[in-house]
């Protein structure tokens, strides 16, 4: 709402279409509007902007963000994301993008590096301190993953998906029980859902992890297709 009521007073604001674009964004990814549409609206945001300002990068970062993850193009996704760096190598916004990509290409090292440098140049920013714990936990680096996402709750409490995160780190630590608390903290609900059914299944409590795997599917079947095979696969129900 306040980027389109920036838009409304100034109609040519080129970083308000593409912090529209980035709502539209997450919006999609996060399951808080259809995703195709999501998508759809995030690219018409961003053209807007770049028929503005073509030069201007964070729209350049957004295309990138759209390509991998919407249209499953990676080698566009990597020129989108070189064309952005290019007119601004020190953005904060440009250079997770290509953590995120460097993640999805297995280069987990130059992930966390590049995203310990972005959390120097912006320390109180939640957004960044998860993605950096998410880094960690994908290299295997736990307690490091748990103190970024911790972090990241005392900057922005209830912060999304962060209980779920730090869950799913004490889970692989091998601290079940903790790892339940964490779950059931989570605001998110599908991601609640989500750890409740692999935390109790790794507690050998099959009936609880069945209801909340049936609760996940009755009310987010369309939008959480991931996270139900996400249980699935972890429960060892492959097919």
Known sequence: MLYQRALAI????AAAWSGLASNYLMQGAWNLRPRDE???LAREMVNQAL???PVYAPPHASLSRIALYHDKDPEAA???LEHALALEPANPEILSAAANLVTMLGRLDDAVAIKEYVVNRDPVNPVYHE????SYLWAGRLDEAIASFRTALTLSPGYRAAH???GVALLLKGESQAALAEMQQEQKAPKRLEGEAITYHTLGQAVASNAALAELIDKYEH???YNIAYVLAFRGEAD
Do not use: E
């Open 51 to 53: 028929a503005l300002n």
């Open 78 to 80: 990597v020129r989108h």
């Open 131 to 134: 993605s950096l714990g998410f």
């Open 223 to 225: 939008g959480s297709a």
């Open 38 to 40: 999501g998508y759809k």
């Open 164 to 166: 779920y995160r730090i």
């Open 10 to 13: 100034d109609p040519d604001y």
